[in-house]
T-cell receptor, first 110, second 113 residues
Framework: GIQVEQSPPDLILQEGANSTLRCNFS?????LQWFHQNPWGQLINLFY???GTKQNGRLSATTVATERYSLLYISSSQTTDSGVYFC????????????FGEGTQLTVNP | NAGVMQNPRHLVRRRGQEARLRCSPM?????VYWYRQLPEEGLKFMVY????????ESGMPKERFSAEFPKEGPSILRIQQVVRGDSAAYFC???????????FGPGTRLLVL
């Protein structure tokens, strides 16, 4: 099956800092989503971004499908950004199942 | 437009009992997916259903687990004779027929004693 690798596995920031999270995938995809799992366990949709660049407030994401990676940028981080960030992809030939990476655990300290 | 709803949010069962997890997709969504998240791990796909049809159940254990999405009512994930290793968070997601984006519910946390 398709492999999804996220880096770094853990990240600790001071409030106000910027960060970049990376997602590499091993095959062509027709769906890529970024999620934030907050400390209460809820999964929040951040971006649907199989290719190109999108921005939403302090968050932006870029996917370069030809090189099989995606980046999530968090600017001016806040303590509420803490949690686990997951990248999930749908392989072109896999039907509609999402394959998740292991996540990046982000801690933002005040 | 209400989001994906799951109930119960927390479920405690003793070994050997049955667990029934319910998922109501977003309005207008006819595709439902179930995922399992074991402690300290990412989510793993279990099953993909459309109304009255199982499309892909390749991620679901062959024994004790079953899923349905009837013409009326919520999707049900059923686990028979639960064991401690079934303790996990079970997430349901839904999507409309025309879009790829999957929207996730709040999850059901199953604890098997």
């Amino acid at each position: 099956g398709i492999q999804v690798e996220q880096s770094p596995p853990d990240l600790i920031l001071q409030e106000g800092a910027n960060s970049t999270l990376r997602c590499n995938f091993s095959d062509s995809v027709n769906n890529l989503q970024w999620f934030h799992q907050n400390p209460w366990g809820q999964l929040i949709n951040l971006f649907y971004i199989p290719s190109g660049t999108k921005q939403n407030g302090r968050l932006s994401a870029t996917t370069v499908a030809t090189e099989r990676y995606s980046l999530l940028y968090i600017s001016s981080s806040q303590t509420t950004d803490s949690g686990v960030y997951f990248c999930a992809v749908e392989k072109e030939t896999s039907g509609s199942r999402l394959t998740f990476g292991e996540g990046t655990q982000l801690t933002v300290n005040p | 437009n209400a989001g994906v709803m799951q109930n119960p949010r927390h479920l405690v069962r003793r070994r050997g009992q049955e667990a029934r997890l319910r998922c109501s997709p977003m309005k207008g969504h006819s595709h439902v997916y179930w995922y399992r998240q074991l402690p300290e791990e990412g989510l793993k796909f279990m099953v993909y259903l459309q109304k009255e049809n199982i499309i892909d159940e390749s991620g679901m254990p062959k024994e004790r687990f079953s899923a349905e999405f009837p013409k009326e009512g919520p999707s049900i994930l059923r686990i028979q004779q639960v064991v401690r290793g079934d303790s996990a968070a079970y997430f349901c997601a839904s999507s409309p027929p025309s879009l790829k984006t999957q929207y996730f519910g709040p999850g059901t946390r199953l604890l098997v004693l």
